[in-house]
Nanobody
Framework: QVQLVEAGGGLVQPGGSLRLSCTASGFTFGSAVMRWYRQRPGKERELLAEVWHDGGAFIYADSVKGRFSIFRRNAEKTVYLQMNNLKPDDAGVYYC?????????WGQGTQVTVSS
């Protein structure tokens, strides 16, 4: 079955960096579009970025442009979210997502806390 497992969250000080990973199984990872979402406290889940099968990527959220990047390593079946210059407002749960045959698949999420 399809599984997405996120890792890499944690506590970081403002201005710090984290790299989140999402390792996939149960489908042909190399041909799937992969996305990162986040859900901040009291807010709806928002789409941050997506990366296509060939590595092309797009950052959707204006609030993270210039600070976050998404990339994938197909041989490892893993998609990453590199987060730099983190701000307290970046705190939340970060989710990996893919859509296969019109069905949404999500990981369990990884918590990011930004605090001094």
């Amino acid at each position: 079955q399809v599984q997405l497992v996120e890792a890499g969250g944690g506590l970081v000080q403002p201005g710090g960096s984290l790299r989140l990973s999402c390792t996939a199984s149960g489908f042909t990872f190399g041909s799937a579009v992969m996305r990162w979402y986040r859900q901040r406290p009291g807010k709806e889940r928002e789409l941050l970025a997506e990366v296509w099968h060939d590595g092309g990527a797009f950052i959707y959220a204006d609030s993270v442009k210039g600070r976050f990047s998404i990339f994938r390593r197909n041989a490892e079946k893993t998609v990453y979210l590199q987060m730099n210059n983190l701000k307290p407002d970046d705190a939340g749960v970060y989710y990996c997502n893919t859509i296969l045959n019109t069905l949404d698949y999500w990981g369990q999420g990884t918590q990011v806390t930004v605090s001094s």
